[in-house]
């Protein structure tokens, strides 16, 4: 984390305090920021700096080859569906990068293995229809058809060559595992593990971007499991998980804390993730029979769903699930203990875990928790947030919005019984908050991070909120060049003490729907009935930690919010 803070201070005002600071580590210790600052997008400007952390030629081969470890047609479909160059004055620029992509595949047989040679010679007629085509995206859906057709391999070989035959005895220059200078300490360089070489077979995944899991063999023996994901900016992923770092060294005298993994951006396009092992996704402890249509299916399902009345959708979703079995988790989590005491411990850590990076995420507006991005171990019991490509309220600009603040599902609430919401969940919330709160000045410098150095999604969400926007009074406030502040402004809302509802409403009405009846709506839905807890402070100007949690809690488990969510969230579970 601290590297990148570093290093996103050049440029500023303060560039003169840092630059020497950089350069001494570089001097000694370059990998411990080299990453950070190849990614930085004005590190040319420096060129003393530049100088030492240019990677040396096998370490540019090796960094080279992880960023081709994908399915070959996912390079291809970026930059034809990239946002830019959309326009027909764009469309040379994708054709000729189309076109070097394709010859340097035929060139290079060393970087590029047989399913790019394959995927080469089937790409002839893409490059035709692209150059006919009015808008390049047209031609997406074609390469999307190949990509599904392509088989794909266990061999590294029929991926990157290189990497396959590479071996540390075969050169002068050692190549250090990436991700080894995380802690706030001096290195001792005799501990840095240095690649071997790279196991023969890797592990293609099934979902969105075949992302395929590796191994490197370190100089010590170990085996080091990472997953190569292209076609997304994983800097974002990169600084939450340095965030999470972060509240875990502010938790380290409380018992909390949160489980966290690696994450190195190679490119903007590519990154590696490091294995964690021995978890299971939620969904697969939580369900067993095929998924329920409980939820909404479509934005139409979405807009008819936020004009009822809240007991009406209260009413849907408890007759929708009342039939449904709730203890599957928690007898998922019984037949992986090995005994009563077993149980309690991981059905405590899980407890401990979940509501603590559940609050965290809730800071930092972490959405998109579907069943499948939230981690279970099989040994400890402990919640494992990951995918955070919908931080930051980008939730709000998908058709149908995620109104929860945080995922405490039927199946999560019959695990926690007898104690609800009022037992040991909300207590460690109330602690991991307060105490984030307690030292918000290092937690905010942390996240300026983003603002001093946007992600792709930050750029590309602040011209969405500007597009759908247009026509209405927003103004400036969403424009790019006031997106990312206007980011670490609500963070520092919700650590001041704002109202939780309050606070979503202001992020929904930046979003997608702009009609002031819909965002009415869903203000009625977030508030919940008079009743409510949350509805009896919506006037509250300053709420106590314990308020802002209570609300969350309510709301997190409110059937009428629940029945809002989007299908594929899975409520129900």
Known sequence: MWSN??????????????????????????QAVQHAFQMFQNNRRFAKIDSLLYPGPVQAQILEGLSHLCIPYLPLLDSISSSKNQSPSGKPAIVNEVKSFLTRIKTDKVMYGRLYQKMQNESQDVLKDLEKATQPRAVAEKVREKMRRLPSSKLLEDYVPFLQSYHMCDHVEQVELPGQYQKFQKPNLEDIVRICYFEKTVQPFSSLRKPIKFTIVGDNGKKYDFIAKCGEDLRQDERIEQLFKLCNDIFQSSQLHIRTYSVLPLSTSCGLIECVPNISPYKALAQKNNPLGIGCAKPEDFKKVIKMSAKARRDAFLTGTQALDHTIFSNSLQDLSISPEGFFFMRDNFIRTHATHSVI?????????HADNLLISRITGESIPIDFGYAFGVTAHLPIIELVPFRLTPQMQELIKPFERQGPIREVMIRALQLVKDNSEAFISALRVFSREPTLDWVESAAREAQFSSGSSSGKDDSIQFYPERKVEIVERKLAGDHPSLVATDEVSHGRYRDKAQIECMRNVLLGEADSKRNSLASSRVLSTEEQVDCLLEAA???????CAFVGWAPYI
């Open 361 to 369: 995420g809730w800071l930092l507006s972490i959405g998109d928790r």
């Open 5 to 30: 803070q570093l290093v996103s201070f050049l440029g500023t005002t303060i560039s003169a305090f840092v630059e020497p600071i950089i350069l001494r580590i570089a001097r000694h210790y370059p």
């Open 557 to 563: 488990t409110d059937p009428s919010i629940l029945r």
